[in-house]
């Protein structure tokens, strides 16, 4: 099923010419490229080659650094050749989402008011992926302020899913994943406020991770909702993503106040753990509300088969999550309404030309530049934090947060993990729910939980229905995101669903 890559850009030596990017992943390149099998650039030049040949399709990149990375590439074949020390991510070809800030690189927000906004500085997860050695090769397309569930939402457009193209690729991070999924990077960054990571890698068959709240800096990323807000990862493997957390994980308190003391685990010498006598908590109200029973029934799948790998299977009750989607939609509107306040047309991004005075300033410079969902939130928000409101709503929903989070944390003290799945049906058709705000609401409907607790939360590629990827989710008890891993691991070694490529 893969696509081989234009001969223009593989090396001459014969070595390189197996060169496919949809067969590589992190480990595995940097094997190679330590090997000299193929060189840096051979392999970033393909990672290109494809963008321009399949992108047009997909609609994944709102911007390009090919110059950079090509330089980047030249730099690292000549530490290779001298044996020289190479980093951990040498040379690996990382997409960024288009909300996480990079320096002297367009960042947009996928939104018209920040069309051509340049930062002055990098994100700290950025600062450490370059401080690794990794490629930037660009900036991914996602829902205008991650506002939305699949990309739909982008002022410059969707993005479709690789496995088919007339489909959403989730959201909001749907860009990001539709990059990796499609061959276009080897990894990718996305954040995750209410599932924004988990549920675009359930669509496209990929392990995406929000971690616990805190374990890796916010800094430099354009705010949501910043007491949910978290960066996310996107890979193709469990052992991929052990890797990347390693080097993302930690405390930034420099730049992040809420970013968490506690010692990065060593996630990739625990991520063999045996699940012997694991339990697994199955919380029943999320299999209740699974609408496409074939989807329930991979994800039924591949829990019976982490049953035969030792682990034990535990019946949970979480009543109170029937809560989080509401809660979530209080609270999420009135922190997006407070942050994007700084929008205002005068320090930054765009300005009104048909402005003529302070208020014409704000108030067209707000309306023409924000898209419809942001303005929906806006003032959702503003209502609920509003005179005589705030009790009513942003008070009371706070407070049924602490009950969804208290919840959550105590079955996790009977069990080790909880499963469940990603979302109720496979990847929605691109435009089928774009005029109903509520019905796209009710896609977090399996992954606000964890976003209201704060706790970690991984998809692993589960399986496939009718061609369409199906993804499981597993959530942990903080700061225990090498227990999700190792469970990930175990189940890959049975099924390796990621070796099944989207054709192009």
């Known amino acids: 099923m893969c696509i081989p890559l234009d001969s223009r850009f593989r090396g001459n030596d014969k070595k390189t010419m197996s060169l496919n990017i949809q067969q590589l992943n992190i480990k595995s390149a940097l ?37 950079t990375a090509v330089a980047q590439a030249k730099e690292v074949d000549r530490k290779i050749k001298h044996g020289e020390t190479l980093r951990a991510l040498e040379g690996i070809p990382v997409a960024v989402k288009d909300v996480i800030c990079t320096a002297g690189v367009r960042t947009t927000a996928a939104s018209k008011i920040l069309e051509n906004y340049i930062p002055t500085h990098d994100a700290t997860v950025v600062a450490k992926l370059k401080a690794a050695g990794a490629i930037i090769v660009g900036k991914v397309n996602c829902d205008e302020f991650a506002h939305g569930a699949s990309t739909e939402n982008s002022a410059y457009g969707p993005s479709h899913n690789p496995y088919d193209l007339t489909r959403s690729p989730g959201g909001s991070s749907g860009g990001s994943s539709a990059a990796l999924a499609a061959g276009f990077c080897l990894a990718a960054l996305g954040t995750d406020t209410g599932g924004s990571t988990r549920q675009p890698a359930g669509w496209c068959n990929l392990y995406g991770l929000r971690p616990t709240y805190g374990r890796i800096s916010r800094h430099g990323i354009i705010s949501m909702t910043s007491s949910t807000d978290t960066p996310g990862i996107f890979t193709k493997t469990a052992e991929d993503m052990a890797l990347l957390l390693e080097i993302l994980a930690g405390q930034d308190s420099k730049h992040d106040a809420t970013s968490l003391p506690a010692k990065v685990d060593d996630y990739s010498a625990k991520i063999n753990t045996s699940l012997q006598g694991l339990k697994i908590g199955l919380p029943k109200e999320f299999f209740e509300d699974v609408s496409h029973p074939a989807s329930r029934e991979v994800v039924d799948a591949a829990i019976a088969d982490l049953e035969k790998l030792g682990a034990i299977v535990v019946p949970v009750s979480l009543p109170h999550t029937k809560y989080g989607v509401p809660v979530y939609y209080i609270i999420t509107p009135a922190e997006v309404s407070s942050n994007l306040g700084r929008f205002d047309g005068i320090r930054y991004g765009f300005s009104s030309p048909e402005a003529m005075n302070l208020l014409e300033v704000y108030t067209k410079s707000r309306g023409q530049g924000f898209g419809p969902e942001a303005k929906r939130r806006i003032m959702l928000g503003t209502y609920a934090l509003s005179s005589g409101y705030y009790d009513a709503y942003y008070k009371k929903a706070q407070k049924v947060r602490t009950l969804i989070a208290d919840e959550v944390k105590q079955v996790l003290n009977e069990v080790d993990i909880l499963a469940t799945p990603v979302s109720p049906h496979p990847a929605i058709k691109l435009g089928e729910k774009a005029d109903d705000p509520l019905a796209m609401y009710l896609e977090d409907i399996f992954m606000s939980s964890a976003a209201m607790a704060g706790i970690p939360a991984l998809s692993v590629p589960a399986g496939f229905v009718d061609g369409l990827p199906v993804g499981l989710q597993l959530m942990g008890r903080q700061l225990d995101e090498a227990r999700l891993l190792s469970v990930a691991q175990a189940y890959e070694k049975e099924h390796n669903w990621i070796n099944k490529y989207p054709q192009l």
């Not at 060189?39 to 390009?64: M, N, P, W």
């Open 31 to 67: 094997q190679s490229l330590r090997k000299q099998e193929f060189s840096c650039v051979d392999l970033i030049k393909a990672v290109y080659q494809r963008i321009r040949e399949y992108d047009g399709q997909v609609h994944a990149f709102l911007t390009l650094t090919e110059e």
